[in-house]
């Protein structure tokens, strides 16, 4: 149950809570839409960076979301391998980098070094890179949103 007065209707909790601030809600949608639907960056490579942010934020509505669009995407064993990436062999050099460049973008963001930057722009574009910092952004801010408002949606949400 959400921590603050929520709209009535059927909509998720989430859905409602965004209509407090309709302006506000917009942007957060937006923001949201774009990291979806503008992102140039591969699925498997988003998925692997949202769900290890999902699993240090704790969220459990990121957590049991699936994108079940693209059939190249990340496997029910990768997602709940993601804890342990390092021992999953099926990551890709690539994914490897996205995934800790989310662990350290939200836990030790100060310290991705001159060998973690060599790393990615071995694997990645400066453009993708930025890429991959706003969908990083966007996922740790809203999704502990979602968490200190304890805002959820009440089934898995496959995109």
Same mark, same amino acid.
């Given at each position: 149950?959400?921590?603050? /007065?929520?709209?009535?209707? %059927? @909509?998720? +909790?989430?859905?409602?809570?965004?209509? !407090?601030s &309709? *302006?506000?809600?917009?942007?957060?949608?937006?923001?949201?839409?774009?990291?979806?639907?503008?992102?140039? !960056? &591969?699925?498997?490579?988003? +998925?692997?960076?949202?769900?290890?942010?999902?699993?240090?934020?704790?969220c459990?509505?990121? !957590?049991?979301?699936?994108?079940?669009? @693209?059939?190249?995407?990340?496997?029910?064993?990768?997602?709940?391998?993601?804890?342990?990436?390092?021992?999953?062999?099926t990551?890709?050099?690539?994914?490897?980098?996205?995934? +800790?460049? *989310?662990?350290?973008?939200?836990?030790d963001?100060? %310290?991705? /070094?001159? /060998?973690?930057?060599?790393?990615?722009?071995?694997?990645?574009s /400066?453009? +993708?890179?930025?890429?991959?910092g706003v969908?990083?952004?966007?996922?740790?801010?809203? $999704?502990?949103?979602?968490?200190?408002?304890?805002? $959820?949606?009440?089934?898995?949400?496959?995109?």
């Open positions: 149950m959400a921590r603050v /007065d929520l709209p009535d209707g %059927n @909509d998720d +909790e989430l859905i409602r809570l965004y209509s !407090l &309709p *302006a506000m809600g917009a942007a957060a949608g937006n923001f949201t839409a774009a990291v979806y639907g503008d992102s140039v !960056l &591969p699925t498997r490579v988003r +998925e692997a960076a949202r769900i290890r942010i999902a699993e240090i934020n704790q459990p509505v990121c !957590l049991d979301t699936r994108t079940t669009s @693209d059939p190249n995407g990340l496997t029910e064993a990768e997602y709940v391998g993601i804890t342990d990436w390092r021992a999953v062999d990551f890709s050099p690539q994914e490897r980098i996205a995934i +800790e460049f *989310a662990e350290r973008f939200c836990t963001h100060l %310290n991705l /070094d001159d /060998d973690f930057w060599s790393r990615a722009r071995d694997s990645f /400066d453009a +993708e890179l930025f890429e991959l969908c990083c952004a966007s996922w740790l801010g809203l $999704g502990r949103m979602t968490q200190v408002f304890d805002a $959820g949606v009440s089934c898995r949400i496959e995109l």
